[in-house]
């Protein structure tokens, strides 16, 4: 399974979710061999859709075929919680506020499995992979993006 993540906004007749990118948290446990590797993997989702239920974020799981790497090297079986991230425009410059959104949800997620005993031994970090326009609209909303001459 997979968590799909979207804002609640304050009205939200005929708004239409757009997907901004996805964020992957990897697990790490030990052993070769694990028979609860899928049970450790419904766990971490379910806990999750509750703290994001209660931050007010809407989250839902969907189908989703579990990624499991072996690594023979350190004895260790590693997993992957995918997470997409969706957004439904509520402000005046639709792109900005959603990479800022998305932005907000990569620093809340290390922030909740860390605080978690359990996970936190287990967590080894995230990725995230945002749609390049939102990405281009936080850019030059920040000032970040410079405009270079273009030669004819």
């Given at each position: 399974m997979s968590l799909?993540?979207?804002n609640i906004p304050r009205a939200r007749e005929n708004?239409?979710?757009k997907i901004v990118g996805?964020?992957?948290?990897q697990f790490k446990l030990p052993g070769l061999v694990r028979t609860d590797t899928?049970?450790?993997?419904s766990t971490i989702e379910k806990r999750l859709n509750q703290r994001f239920k209660d931050l007010d974020m809407y989250c839902a799981t969907s189908?989703?075929?579990i990624q499991i790497h072996v690594n023979k090297e350190q004895e260790s079986v590693n997993f992957i919680v995918d997470i997409k991230v969706y957004y439904i425009n509520e402000s005046d410059n639709p792109e900005v506020s959603a990479a800022r959104f998305f932005a907000k949800?990569?620093?809340l997620i290390p922030k909740i499995i860390l605080g978690s005993s359990?996970?936190?031994?287990?967590?080894t970090g995230l990725s995230t992979n945002i749609i390049p326009s939102y990405l281009f609209a936080l850019e030059e909303a920040l000032g970040l993006?410079?405009?270079?001459?273009?030669?004819a």
């Open positions: 799909n993540l979207c708004k239409e979710s996805t964020i992957k948290c899928e049970y450790k993997k189908r989703n075929p949800v990569g620093r359990t996970w936190a031994a287990e967590y993006y410079e405009l270079d001459a273009v030669s």
